[in-house]
């Protein structure tokens, strides 16, 4: 009966520290993993961080080329009037 006893602790504990490393492996690859998400995550966001920076500057530069624009035309027009 103790020969049972002792090979149900052996297994037992044989059998504990297989899923605690289990355990710890699937945790090391869940972080890794979270890990390259992250940094993809990063390096998207700064690519669409300075093509929003790159898209405002345009966005404040049409007003001054549209008012180049209109004071060129009204350039024009007065020097079609004057020939």
């Known amino acids: ?7 149900a602790l052996i297994t037992g ?3 504990l520290a297989g899923v605690i490393v289990t355990c710890m492996a699937t945790a090391r690859k869940t972080a890794r993993k979270q890990e390259i998400t992250q940094a993809v995550m990063e390096t998207k966001l700064e690519t669409l961080t300075r093509e ?3 898209h405002n500057n345009f966005a404040q530069r049409i007003p001054v080329v549209e008012y180049e624009i209109e004071a060129i035309c009204r350039r ?7 020939q």
Not at 1 to 6: G, V
């Open 52 to 54: 929003v920076r790159h």
């Open 1 to 7: 009966m103790t020969e049972a006893i002792l090979v």
């Open 13 to 15: 504990g044989l059998s």
């Open 76 to 82: 024009l027009e007065n020097l079609e009037q004057a």
